[in-house]
């Protein structure tokens, strides 16, 4: 006869065991499909709050909108990826550096505000080798957690999205001293670094991914506000080149590599089109910051920062009405936009594919 305290031991392991995840068994659901991404500070969810350095989030009113408090995210509220996985219906994806974060089936951010592809762009930051070097991390973790063959199936399903090369840009602009043959061995370098990333995604089973070409960086807030002017200030040749280097770049690995599918989102026109003609787009600013000091609020890492200028920062009343939240990163109703244009924005925007087609993609 079964004795009471045993068969309440049972009873309890049996409720433990239904009470855990999937995760925990080896198992997903068919249509599950995780998400992986990696980038700069448009896509950081807070890895660099755990790191030593700025451009961390860390204080309000970062956050304020959506979250209530600071998240790491540079922007008042959610960033693009959270706006995917919304329409995706999955559950917002970690950053990998959050302390405690071990189970990765449902994805990881590895973005982190200033890095670049090239390793000395932003020092301190994880740039987008180092970046890699964590989802090797992550696939041994998977693999111990699911299984080799499940783990696998998990990376091929999934999908991997990328904002980054633009700080390097940046950092490529701000060299007085660069010259012309330079530039172009720099520009060559950071692809050449960028398609090693990519094929090490692919060589895990990687198969569906997501880009986005470089921003209008003249046009920030935070350009504006170094030069003074009105307009915006920056070398198109320069940015369309790196933008059409992407895309060649994009055409040539899916010539090379069975089943590499792409999806490049002109992030470039988007932003470009709501700044410089915000009230088509429902907004009624868009040349300053909802947050900041200095002239368009555009001094950077002065939001949130009260003791940062002599004067503190300045912040809008209604941030939706502005297309950038600081000096440079959008606010969330911008980021609302250009999430809704990658997950299915027509084709001369987003293509050949989109986040759509992908997350539903078997």
């Not at 448009?42 to 204080?59: A, C, I, M, P, Q």
Request: with cysteine; aromatic share 12%.
């Amino acid at each position: 006869m079964l004795h009471m305290d045993n068969f309440s031991s049972l009873f309890l392991s049996f409720c433990t065991i239904l009470l855990l995840p999937a995760s925990s068994h080896g198992k997903q659901p068919e249509n599950h499909v995780a998400f992986f991404i990696f980038g700069d500070s448009l896509l950081d969810s807070g890895n660099n709050v755990y790191l030593n350095g700025t451009g961390k989030g860390d204080s309000l009113p970062y956050g304020e909108t959506f979250f209530k408090h600071p998240t790491g995210r540079l922007c008042n509220g959610r960033i693009v990826p959270d706006y995917i996985s919304e329409y995706a219906k999955i559950l917002f994806i970690k950053p990998y550096l959050e302390p405690g974060f071990t189970d990765y089936t449902n994805g990881v951010n590895f973005a982190s505000a200033g890095a670049g592809v090239l390793p000395g762009t932003h020092p301190g930051t994880l740039y987008f080798k180092l970046q890699l070097n964590y989802f090797e991390e992550v696939v041994k973790g998977l693999k111990q957690q699911l299984g080799d063959a499940d783990a696998h199936k998990l990376l091929s399903k999934a999908v991997y999205t990328f904002s980054i090369r633009g700080n390097d840009y940046i950092t490529l602009q701000n060299n007085t001293k660069a010259t012309a043959s330079f530039r172009k061995l720099y520009m060559i370098m950071i692809l050449g670094n960028f398609t090693v990333g990519i094929k090490q995604l692919y060589a895990h089973g990687g198969r569906k991914f997501a880009f986005q070409n470089i921003g209008l960086i003249g046009c920030m807030p935070a350009t504006r506000a170094s030069s003074r002017s009105e307009g915006c200030l920056h070398d198109p040749t320069v940015i369309a080149k790196m933008n059409i280097g992407l895309s060649r770049l994009l055409k040539r690995i899916k010539q090379g590599l069975p089943g590499f599918k792409y999806a490049l989102f002109d992030y470039y026109t988007s932003l470009t089109m709501r700044t410089l003609h915000s009230s088509q787009f429902g907004f009624k600013d868009g040349k300053s910051a909802c947050c900041g000091s200095g002239p368009f609020n555009g001094l950077l890492f002065s939001c949130g920062k009260k003791n940062g200028t002599a004067s503190g920062f300045t912040l809008c009343r209604d941030s939706s009405e502005y297309v950038w939240f600081d000096a440079a990163h959008p606010t969330e109703m911008a980021n609302q936009q250009l999430a809704s244009l990658l997950w299915d924005g027509p084709s001369h925007t987003v293509g050949p594919y989109n986040l759509k087609m992908f997350f539903e993609m078997a």
